[in-house]
């Protein structure tokens, strides 16, 4: 069992940066993908990226990619989700997510964390 609590959303403007926070607590958390995954308002869920034990974050989507970056402490039991060049397009409930297998899906994590917010002005 793992829970994931995440923090650090608002609002922000376009252009601007946000740093998304997930403090992950369970046995074994250096057995799991640690990943993001946003849901805009009558929107499907999208995949942000994940990041393993070791190693950079992956799997990042074209929409986000050279502008999001994943990172994990392990100290920390924290993943980190540093958002660059903010556009309104990006507003959306952030979610931090967790499994122990490697995934893309959004139907691919087990754990869920209970989502924070991310508002993008124009």
């Known amino acids: 069992q793992v829970q994931l609590v995440e923090s650090g959303g608002g609002l922000v403007q376009a252009g601007g940066s946000l740093r998304l926070s997930c403090a992950a607590s369970?046995?074994?958390?250096?057995?799991?993908?640690l990943g993001w995954i946003r849901q805009a308002p009558g929107k499907e869920r999208e995949f942000l990226g994940t990041?393993?034990?070791?190693?950079?974050?992956?799997g990042y989507p074209d929409s986000v990619l050279g502008r999001f970056t994943i990172s994990r402490d392990n100290d920390r039991k924290t993943v980190y989700l540093q958002m660059n060049s903010l556009k309104p397009e990006d507003t959306a409930v952030y979610y931090c997510?967790?499994?122990?297998?490697?995934?893309?899906?959004?139907?691919?994590?087990?754990?869920w964390g209970q989502g924070t917010q991310v508002t993008v002005s124009s």
């Open positions: 997510v967790a499994d122990v297998n490697f995934s893309k899906n959004t139907d691919g994590y087990q754990f």
């Open positions: 369970g046995r074994a958390l250096n057995t799991y993908w």
């Open positions: 990041i393993g034990w070791s190693g950079p974050g992956t």
